[in-house]
C-alpha cells in the first residue's frame, strides 16, 4: 500500500508561484511513476504532469506545459509540482497519484493510489 499526501495549496495571485508537494509513505519502491491532477469546480479530473519514479522522465498537459515543473527526491518519498505563471483558470484541487505498473495513458482510471488534494486557487 502507498498513502500520498498532498501539502502546498493556498491562495495565488495571476502571476504568481507556488509549490506543491506530495509526500509518499509505506511500499514507495513500488512506485512506477507519480502525478498530478487537478479538478477545477463542475470540471472533470484531468491530467497535470507526471514523473517516472527512477528514470526521472517527465510529462505534461500542454495547458501548463512550461509553466509547471514537476519534480521527485526519491530519498524524501516527494514529489513537487513548482508552478509559475498561474492563471485564474489554474484554479482547481490538486491531487497526487501513484501507480506501480507503466503504461501509457495519464487517466485517472491507470492510477490506483491517491492522496487527498489540496486547494489551489489564482485570482484575477
Known amino acids: 500500500q502507498v498513502q500520498l499526501v498532498e501539502s502546498g495549496g493556498g491562495l495565488v495571485q495571476a502571476g504568481g508561484s507556488l509549490r506543491l508537494s506530495c509526500a509518499a509513505s509505506g511500499q514507495t519502491s513500488s512506485i512506477y511513476d507519480m502525478a498530478w491532477f487537478r479538478q477545477a469546480p463542475e470540471k472533470e479530473r484531468e491530467f497535470v504532469a507526471a514523473?517516472?519514479?527512477?528514470?526521472?522522465?517527465?510529462n505534461y498537459a500542454d495547458s501548463v506545459k512550461g509553466r509547471f515543473t514537476i519534480s521527485r527526491d526519491n530519498v524524501q518519498n516527494t514529489v513537487y509540482l513548482q508552478m509559475v505563471s498561474l492563471k485564474p483558470e489554474d484554479t482547481a484541487v490538486y491531487y497526487c497519484a501513484a501507480r506501480r505498473s507503466p503504461a501509457y495513458s495519464y487517466t485517472i482510471t491507470a492510477y490506483v493510489y491517491w492522496g487527498q488534494g489540496t486547494q489551489v486557487t489564482v485570482s484575477s
Open positions: 514523473i517516472i519514479r527512477g528514470r526521472g522522465s517527465t
